[in-house]
Structures are given as C-alpha cells and as structure tokens.
C-alpha cells in the first residue's frame, strides 16, 4: 500500500489463465476484513495448476504462429476498499508453457543432400539432439523418430531424472526417393508425447566439378560450410592469418561469406592477397556486404576491395518472388555444370537481395536482373569478371537465406560459383 490511507482486501483474492470463456478461477481465502496499512507490503500466495490441455510455448521459435505463442496469460483479480470506495486491481502476466519433455538442438536442422544417388550410398543420416525434462520427476518414455516416406520407424527408451538434459544420438534410415521428405521427432510418455520436431529433407539435384577444394572465410553464421558439406565438397575454413600466411593457390576457389570484412575488418589489409589468388588464376567468391562496410573509405583505410570499380548502394528486393530475367542466359555461370532456369528461384524467403551494386566496371558482366513492384530493375545482383588468370564474383542476393531454407537452387548456384572455370 502505497497510499496514505489503510486498505481493506475481500475474503476472497482470485486468479486464474485467461481462456475464450473467461477466466479460470483458482482462489485464496484471507481473513476476514484483512487491512493494509499505508506503506505495508502482504504477500497473497496463490497456487495454480497448469492445465493438462495447454499448449506449449517454449521454444518461442517453433510457436510464432500459434495462439498465444508469448506465453499463458494468468490473471489475478484483487478486490480491495479504499476510503469506502471498492475496486479490482487485476495484473496480468505471461508464462512460458514448456512441454513435460523438450527435443531441443536437433543437429542437422536441415539435411541436404546434392542428388537423389548421395541418398542411395548413405540413406542413414545420424541426429543429435537433447532431451530436457522439465518436470521435477523422472520420466519414462521413448524417443520416436522416422521418415514421413520411410515405415521404418526408431523407437528408443529413455529415462529422464528430474528436470536432467540428456544428449542423444539417433540413426535415422531416410528414403532413397529423390523426393523432399521430412524427418519427425517426438519423445513418447504415457500422458502425451511432446509437440513434433521436424527436420527437412531436401534433394537439391546440384552437380559439381571434380576435384574442388574449397576456402572460405566465415561470416556469421553456418549456412556456407554447412552447404559446401552437403554438396559433398572439400573444404576449410580460413582464418584472417590463414588468408595472410597460407599458400591459396591449392584452393580451386575462396569465398568470403556475408559482410566479413565488417565482423573481420582485419581482412582489409591483407585482402591484397586474396586478389593476388585471383589474378594467378583462382576463383575468388564475396557475398553480400553493406554499402558503409564495402566502399572505398579513406577515413576508415578501406580502398577498393575488388579488382575493378564496384560500388554499392542502399537498393534492394525484398519480394521473394520477384521475378528473375537472364541477361546472359548463355554464359557458363549460368549453365555449368547445372543448366539453371527460372525453377531455381522459386521457394526464396524473405527477399532476393540486398545493397545492390549501383555502380562497376564494365570488366564485370551482370547476368541477372530483377525488380520489387512499381520499383525500377536492378542488374547487379550476380557480377562476373575475369580477372588476370582467374575469376572474380561478387553477389548480392541473399544465398545464405536460402542455403539455410534448403533452397534447391540456391545449392545449385553455390555449386554453379565454385566450379566456375574448371570441367566436369
């Protein structure tokens, strides 16, 4: 009570989740004429049960879309009087409703598999994941996993301590179809099993040149080497003094992943080196960055990064499906080794690209164009320049989004970009 005058709480405090009928009413009785003198605190304790029909809310992730996905809201309904005057006083507050058990860090999140025939030689896919109980008692139950294309399901017993997190590892037997498919997982009690996750499966059909070995220098997250694996390709990852120190010429191409030279400013200075690379004859492949952490920039000793004038700007295509145009349908980027068409964008999320270049060299050659509505068409979303003996790329289309959604032609156009220049 933080007003000047005592205050007088009902017999009755009630309290309860609020549902489309109202609230659930849960209750605790104080005594009688119970006062609050001014600046006095009292504590109400109240105890509630969740009931065994709600709907999980952790991860937050998994339930964007789903009613009430922030949380249970439990109200509390405090009747008090206050200088003969009554009224409610009704907080409100939200709970996070977890499963009796979590399958959570399920590791691959997404299986990609190059073709149909790498699914053949080795249709058995090994996922890790933790089981969390949440309970404060141990549980029995079973952990089911399997295919939606394959009968074939793996059932296995767990015993969870109380709230213990246990890893697990299962072998999963995938179909050999050639078709995108998903994989299920749920832990099985004897009141109810755990909301589904599902793993998608996807059959990218992406060819690559032989004898490819990869570097690539690491944005901010995992969607490139995860997708330089799955195209069954070899790869490493390079530091900042890999870059400065290393003999690149054994790399058959090098990527520098989205916005590097922000999170690794560093690589500015030796990006002289990664040129060098391409003039002697390698493939050297940059992903997006933004127009502030790519432009020539005295002030920050940024000069110009690529071999050729390219400069960005603030444009960018934010409907998915925005159509695409081949400038140059015939040209090998395009074609080699998979003959790319008007298929290969479809299923994008998000948006096509971002910071579009607004200015290069005519070295480079755009080979895409495509435009938002109402908006005018922008070309410079995949740029290619030959450069001394080898090749430079720059792209300002989104792939890692669409790497990490198991966009199939997204697998195709990687695999396109890093076997630039060499056969089959």
């Not at 952790?58 to 249970?72: I, N």
């Not at 058995?124 to 309970?135: A, C, G, P, Q, S």
């Amino acid at each position: 009570n933080k007003g000047a005058t005592s205050a007088r709480i009902e017999p009755v405090v009630s309290g309860g989740e609020i549902n489309t009928k109202g609230m659930v009413s849960i209750s605790a009785r104080l005594k009688p004429n119970t006062i609050v003198s001014p600046g006095q605190t009292i504590e109400i304790p109240i105890t509630y049960k969740l009931a065994d029909t709600a709907w999980p809310t952790v991860p937050h992730a998994a339930h964007l879309y789903d009613k009430g996905f922030a949380g249970t809201p439990v109200a509390v309904k405090v009747t008090a009087t206050l200088d003969g005057a009554k009224f409610h006083i009704i907080p409100l507050k939200l709970f996070d409703v977890a499963p009796s058990v979590e399958v959570s860090e399920v590791a691959p999140s997404l299986a990609v598999f190059a073709t149909a025939n790498d699914v053949t030689r080795e249709s058995k896919v090994d996922f890790t994941m933790t089981l969390i109980n949440h309970e404060s008692a141990p549980i029995d139950g079973t952990l089911v996993a399997g295919s939606n294309g394959s009968q074939e399901r793996t059932n296995v017993p767990v015993t969870l301590a109380a709230n213990e997190s246990k890893p697990v590892t299962l072998t999963i037997q995938l179909p050999a179809s050639g078709a995108h498919t998903h994989v299920d997982l749920s832990f099985r009690t004897a009141r109810k099993p755990s909301p589904l996750v599902t793993v998608p499966v996807i059959y990218a059909n992406a060819q690559v040149a032989h004898n490819l070995r990869i570097g690539y220098v690491r944005g901010f997250d995992f969607s490139l080497p995860n997708a330089l694996n799955a195209l069954g390709v070899e790869s490493k990852e390079l530091s900042v003094d890999d870059v400065k120190t290393a003999d690149l010429s054994k790399y058959t191409s090098i990527i520098v992943d989205n916005r590097v030279y922000e999170s690794q400013p560093e690589l500015i200075a030796t990006n002289q080196k990664l040129l060098d690379y391409a003039n002697s004859g390698g493939n050297l492949i940059v992903f997006y960055h933004k127009n502030d952490e790519w432009n020539p920039n005295p002030q920050r000793n940024r000069p110009q990064l690529a071999p050729y004038k390219l400069i960005l700007g603030n444009e960018r295509i934010t409907d998915e499906n925005a159509p695409i145009s081949f400038l140059e349908p015939d040209h090998p980027l395009l074609n080699s080794p998979n003959k790319l068409n008007q298929d290969d964008f479809k299923d994008c999320i998000q948006e096509r690209g971002l910071y579009y270049p607004r200015e290069w060299d005519p070295q480079f050659k755009a080979l895409l164009q495509s435009k938002d509505p109402n908006e005018a068409p922008l070309k410079g979303g995949l740029l290619v320049a030959d450069y001394g003996k080898g090749h430079y790329i720059y792209t300002s289309m989104v792939w890692y989004r669409q790497l990490r959604a198991g966009v199939p032609g997204a697998y195709r156009m990687l695999a396109n970009m890093i076997s630039y220049g060499r056969t089959r």
